[in-house]
């Protein structure tokens, strides 16, 4: 199967969905016009890493990879669980790698331990946290069972990041539906900011207890040595019932530590003014599993283009339909099986 890597988003979802479905479905694959929608179009470090780790898991055989390349091909094998290390030598997110190979594992019910070295917390990237706090919950009732454990964390540039994943895939105990958020029943503010003074991990606390009312007791820097950084990163949580949503925000030069808090309040403040229980950035994550568990429906904020990618990319390998209506505060998306 031909994809052309300009459709959508026009970046690196489209290469890691596709890849995973060639695990999937065992569907030989060719890329072209790699993240032909970025400023810097072609293969990326941690693009390189992911199409490597789907490799691996999946015996497969690759060629053209290689950086700033424009096309790639893909030809799958099976998929086999085990031990697997994976690895980016900058700091390109690690967990947008094991979002390529997580579903296959899942879809093979095959256990198996991945270990990962690289970006833990990135800009344009779920964070670790994102990923074992709001992610993995979520897609656990569609028998994508793992538990996750980070080691240290990795920020740009310096990396070195170190999680685990251990995973114990299950049969879906039925489809996911996700259309009522129950009562806030807890929030937190937490902050990493290694090798970087106090007062920004204070300032970013002070500025959302000022506008969100949350108390000292809900807001926590995270102890961490300044040789993991330099690096910042701030996470507002906020839980209905057992679920968790997380907005992010990160540091940058000369960006003042309360743009970085107003960054992430507003997106947390667009969240909660809508009556849905899922958030933007999950939504476009919960698409695959669902499809591969063959049903399921949840309410959401307005589509990314991420989603709007993945349910246009999904049906080209597998049978499914999805639909999207309208309902208070976003859009309610389906997916059943076609035909």
């Not at 459709?7 to 065992?26: K, Y």
């Not at 538990?147 to 114990?168: H, I, M, N, V, W």
């Not at 879906?172 to 937190?188: D, I, M, Q, V």
């Amino acid at each position: 199967m031909e994809i052309d890597g300009a459709m959508g988003e026009g970046g690196g979802q489209v290469l890691r969905t596709s890849l995973a479905l060639s695990l999937i479905t065992q569907t030989p694959l060719r890329v072209v016009n790699v993240r032909a929608g970025r400023k810097r179009p072609g293969l990326r470090r941690q693009h390189v890493a992911a199409i490597e780790a789907a490799a691996q898991v999946g015996g497969g055989r690759v060629e053209g990879v290689a950086l700033d390349a424009r096309e790639f091909t893909f030809y799958p094998r099976a998929i086999r669980g085990g031990d697997y290390r994976f690895e980016v030598e900058s700091a390109g997110s690690m967990t947008l790698v094991a979002q390529t190979v997580l579903p296959a594992l899942w879809a093979a019910r095959v256990p198996a331990t991945l270990a990962f070295k690289g970006g833990t917390h990135n800009p344009m990237a779920p964070t670790f946290h994102y990923l074992s706090e709001v992610f993995l919950p979520r897609v656990a009732p569609l028998g994508c069972k793992a538990s996750a454990t980070l080691a240290r964390p990795g920020f740009y540039p310096r990396g070195g990041g170190r999680f685990r994943l251990e995973l114990s895939p299950e049969r879906p105990a039925g489809a996911l539906t996700l259309l009522e958020r129950e009562p806030l029943s807890g929030a937190r503010a937490r902050v990493m900011a290694p090798g970087l003074p106090e007062h920004v991990a204070q300032r970013e606390l002070a500025r959302v207890r000022e506008r969100l009312g949350w108390s000292e007791a809900q807001c926590e820097v995270v102890p961490c040595s300044a040789a993991q950084g330099p690096g910042n990163v701030l996470i507002l949580e906020v839980q209905h019932g057992g679920l968790r949503e997380h907005a992010t925000a990160f540091g940058e030069r000369r960006k003042p530590a309360e743009a970085v808090a107003d960054e992430a309040i507003d997106e947390l403040e667009r969240y909660l003014a809508a009556p849905v229980p899922v958030g933007e950035h999950l939504a476009d994550q919960l698409l695959l599993p669902m499809a591969l568990a063959g049903g399921g429906r949840f309410r959401t904020l307005p589509l990314s283009l991420h989603a709007r990618t993945q349910l246009e990319l999904i049906p080209r390998f597998l049978g499914v339909e999805f639909s999207v209506t309208p309902c208070p505060g976003g859009v309610e998306v389906s997916v059943a099986r076609s035909g």
